[in-house]
């Protein structure tokens, strides 16, 4: 590694890091990426037993809440593998990070969403300024759309039954002022490309898909080191920044190793990212806050599907959709529309006042009828913060999760709403949403923003005020957290980054 | 350490034996279709080669009830082979008959052995001959005869059968193995047939009870079928559709044969015979102490009606980790897990013990097979109508396992 002197240390191999570094090596540049973990958390390449209940296990426990897809092993690895090493803890919140190769885009739902001028008040940077990048990205991790339109440009993906229906309906029925439904743009491939397969519509999606289909930044990281100027080195969990007179930024690991470059870019997460900062910043009395979006899962019947075959189709989101309920700009709903006969049963019975058996009988004659939307609130609803333990404590951070006053009553009424429109398109509410506890959403962003004004803020390009050479390029910077699928984005802003990096 | 040629060898009693042959170090040649060869066809060239001794197990039931002798590939085959290997010199052949050898057997098998056993006896290969005449083999797979009655005695405790009052003289396959390799090795007087059955009897009916029992399961009620009724039933099966078609050769098999004194010929092999319900409970139940063993397999057999041994074991190990083994499942409910549905409280109550271990164990049935297949609409129906009906008994009894 001393050979490699490099100009860029990147710290994650997630979307951000990934998307920060191809721009980076195409122009020439030197990157060093750090990652804290050895390889995948779990392989998706085993028995199929090995693949839902894990190699040890770990996904064979009770029920804790959470989505499915939180429970399955490979989140179960990469999740706890990140709260064990960084010392976080929630409290009224799922702690939510990874310490893996390709971080949580190994377990996340491919859903993707592109902020528009309205969503980026606020923000340093122009929608023209990440115009560029968006599509740079969507091009490399490959995109499709749900049941496409007549006019899709995109490649598409057969929408299962329900779906495609609700679509037709909507499209039919015409404009209504506050509620747009739209075939799900997800990073899944249709076609194969490069080594990975198109998807098979065999859903089974939650446990890792074994075709590569859905993207994952594990995908970009060979054609990276195909590059002489790239270097990833696995193993080096990250413990300390510091700056460093001549070199600019000394970087220590777990290990003991020390890496230096004149500038580091921080792409952990937004919790990682955070963690590693607390050595070099302090928090606020208050708590640093973090933004993150409510979460809200409702299940819903459609009777005339009821007692059909369903028919095949991936797991991920069918469709997306909108709802406003107010009159700020960031005041509108965005969720996804999933088939429920696409995942396992299970849990599902858990919500069943009936036995076992009996649960996995009704489930067997309703599950080609039932679907689940869920909707995400915009991260000013959340009242969530950092909160740094004192050592007396045992170090480490705190993060409380919270609503915004009133939020719980507002979603009921907001719930009534969304189901109104679901009625309209042929779907009846089932019992039992409700709000998730913070955290769960994964949707987190707005701790170091760009463009802030206090000293816990970030450049236009990701510089921490007052530490030169030093970048955040994920979730961390984002100054707003719309409703939206936020992960494009973060990806498309740290491609701008590292695009204009890479002329300095 | 010695060369034997094995006919049969993929059978019953063969694969154990040829096992048992290599596990003691000695050198196995399998003379069966694999190398070219069928009962009454010639030897391949060869194949008699340094060997020491012949233990021939083939036996062909492609034969006629009333065939003429001639017709019968036993009777010729079993000589040809015996003599072929007499004249290429191997000292030893070992026939495996049957307790149900006589002249005058109800079914062709009993008859038909007892014919080669006296052609055997006049063949120019009679200095070497050793007949072992074998009792009612049980253990090991699960195949053959012996799986046949151990499924039968497993499936309901009431059961339509013939001969319940036959003796019969059960013998571990291991101990069949042990006792013909003797015979194979060593210099035993030839002459009358060795008896390979235990010394001690007991009629038919007390052997299915056992069977039962060993299986972790109550009692047996016969249901005693004349004889004649059931070889119709047999011949019936021949033209109904979708049912194993059941040759009466087996019934008249159940329903004939006398015992026969096995006691000396069991001392001049120094074979000792076990106690068969020791023997059996053991091997089925390696790990009857292992009540999460038990429990989860109750568990899945709820589910799913099975649980295979690789599930069990990872519901059993889940179970033991959340602190929910042992959940104390009653000794009937083990038995009979159907009767969980009484006692399950409703799959929303997660904070249940019975409750949460159904959750685990529907998740290591989910992680089976890439899809859990669904069972079709009126299945689905009545299933889930008789769950809800059951409600009410259960918001009584499913304090029990809370
Ligand atoms: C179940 C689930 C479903 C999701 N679905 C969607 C969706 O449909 N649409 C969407 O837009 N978003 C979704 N997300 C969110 C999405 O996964 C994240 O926004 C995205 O992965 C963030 O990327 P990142 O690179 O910033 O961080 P991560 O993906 O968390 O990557 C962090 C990287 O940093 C490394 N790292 C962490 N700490 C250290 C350290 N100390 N030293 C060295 N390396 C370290 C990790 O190993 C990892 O490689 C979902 C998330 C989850 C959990």
């Excluded at chain 1, 199929?48 to 296990?57: A, N």
């Excluded at chain 2, 042992?326 to 019975?354: C, F, M, N, V, W």
């Amino acid at each position: 590694m001393n050979a490699f002197e490099p100009d860029f240390i990147i710290i994650g191999s997630g979307p951000a890091g990934v998307s920060a570094a191809v721009p980076l090596v195409a122009a020439g540049r030197r990157v060093l990426m750090l990652d804290g973990a050895f390889g995948m958390a779990e392989t998706v390449q085993g028995a199929r037993w090995e693949r839902t209940l894990g190699s040890h296990l770990q996904s064979l426990r009770p029920d804790d809440g959470t989505s499915p897809k939180l429970q399955a092993p490979l989140a179960r690895d990469l999740i706890n593998g990140f709260l064990d090493a960084s010392a976080i803890r929630g409290d009224n919140f799922v702690a939510v990070g990874s310490l893996g190769r390709g971080g949580l885009s190994q377990v996340w739902g491919g859903q993707l969403s592109l902020l528009d001028e309205e969503d980026l008040d606020g923000w340093p940077i122009r929608h023209a300024d990440l115009a560029p990048s968006y599509r740079a990205v969507m091009a490399r991790i490959g995109v499709s759309t749900t049941g496409g339109g007549p006019e899709a440009e995109t490649a598409a993906l057969p929408a299962g039954a329900i779906a495609s229906r609700i679509l037709a309906r909507h499209r039919r029925y015409g404009l209504v002022a506050d509620f747009t439904l739209w075939p799900a743009l997800n990073a899944v491939l249709a076609h194969p490309v490069d080594g990975r397969h198109g998807c098979d519509l065999r859903g089974d999606c939650l446990f890792g898909c074994e075709r590569g289909a859905i993207y994952s930044s594990v995908h970009d990281l060979p054609l990276l080191q195909k590059s002489p100027h790239f270097a990833l080195t696995e193993g080096a969990r990250v413990t300390e920044l510091k700056p460093h007179q001549e070199f600019g930024w000394a970087v220590t690991t777990a290990d003991g190793r020390e890496f230096r470059a004149p500038r580091v870019l921080l792409a952990a997460g937004v919790l990682g990212s955070a963690a590693l900062l607390s050595h070099l910043v302090t928090f606020p009395a208050e708590g640093l806050r973090l933004l993150n979006s409510p979460t809200l899962a409702l299940p819903l019947i459609a009777p005339e599907r009821l007692f059909r075959r369903a028919t095949a189709t991936h797991s991920l989101a069918q469709l997306g959709f909108a709802l406003r309920y107010g009159h700020a700009r960031l005041d509108y709903l965005t969720g996804g529309f999933y088939e429920v006969n696409t995942l396992p049963a299970s849990s599902f019975i858990n919500r069943m006042p009936t036995g076992r058996r009996g649960g996995r009988a009704l489930f067997d004659l309703l599950s080609s009828s039932l679907a689940v939307a869920t909707a995400y609130f915009p991260g000013d609803e959340s009242r969530t913060f950092l909160h740094l333990n004192r050592t007396s404590e045992g170090g480490g951070i705190t993060v409380r999760g919270g609503f915004a006053d009133g939020l719980e009553e507002r979603a009921k009424v907001i719930l009534g709403r969304l189901a109104g429109h679901w009625r309209r398109l042929g779907l009846f509410r089932l019992p039992g949403a409700a709000i998730a506890t913070p955290g769960t959403d994964a949707h987190f962003a707005g701790t170091f923003p760009m463009g802030g004004w206090g000293n816990l803020s970030t450049s236009d390009l990701g510089e921490l005020s007052g530490f030169p050479g030093l970048h955040l390029v994920d979730g961390s910077i984002l100054p707003t957290l719309p409703s939206k699928y936020i992960t494009l984005t973060v990806m498309a802003n740290a491609d701008r980054i590292g695009r204009q990096l890479s002329n300095t | 350490m010695a060369r034997l040629l094995i006919t049969g060898s993929t059978g019953y009693i063969g694969g154990e034996l040829v096992a048992l042959a290599r596990a003691e170090g000695h050198d196995v040649v399998e003379l069966g279709r694999a190398a070219g060869w069928r009962i009454g066809a010639p030897v391949p060239a060869g194949m008699f080669d340094g060997v020491d001794a012949v233990i021939h197990l083939a036996h062909s039931w492609a034969v006629e009830d009333g065939a003429p002798e001639a017709a019968n590939p036993n009777i010729e085959g079993a000589v040809r082979l015996a003599e072929a290997a007499a004249d290429a010199g191997v000292k030893r052949f070992v026939f495996a008959s049957s307790t149900s050898s006589r002249p005058n057997a109800l079914n062709v098998y009993g008859r038909t052995k007892f014919r080669i056993e006296e052609h055997l006896s006049r063949s120019t290969a009679a200095a070497g001959v050793r007949i072992a005449r074998i009792g009612l083999v049980y253990g090991g797979p699960r195949t053959a005869m012996y799986g046949l009655m151990l499924k039968l005695a497993g499936l309901s405790p009431v059961l339509p059968m013939i001969g319940l009052s036959r003796e019969v003289q059960p013998i571990h396959v291991e101990e069949v193995g042990k006792g013909l390799l003797t015979l194979a090795l060593s210099d035993l007087q030839s002459g009358d047939p060795f008896i390979l059955a235990s010394a001690g009897k007991m009629t038919f009916g007390t052997w299915l009870r056992l069977l039962r029992r060993v299986q972790g399961r109550g009692g047996l009620i016969f249901l005693p079928v004349p004889i004649a009724l059931a070889l119709l039933a047999c011949r019936m099966t021949a033209f109904v559709p979708l049912i194993p078609t059941v040759d009466p050769e087996r019934v008249l098999g159940l329903a004939g044969a006398a015992p026969m004194e096995s006691a000396a010929s069991l001392t001049r092999l120094g074979l000792t015979i076990g106690d068969p319900e020791t023997r059996l409970s053991a091997e089925l139940h390696r790990d009857q102490g292992d009540t999460a063993l038990a429990e989860a397999s109750a568990l899945l057999t709820y589910l799913t009606g099975r649980a295979e041994e690789a599930s069990a074991e990872r519901l059993a190990e889940a179970l033991r980790r959340e602190h929910l083994s042992p959940i104390g499942l009653s000794e009937r409910i083990i038995k009979s897990p159907a009767l969980i549905a009484l006692y399950e409280p409703p799959a929303t109550r997660q904070d249940h013990r019975l409750a949460r271990a159904l959750y685990l164990a529907d998740l290591v049935r989910e992680a089976e097979v890439d899809r859990v297949a669904s069972h079709g609409f009126f299945y689905s129906l009545v299933t889930a109508a008789v769950d809800i009906c059951l409600l009410p008994v259960r918001l009584i009894l499913s304090g029990r396992y809370r």
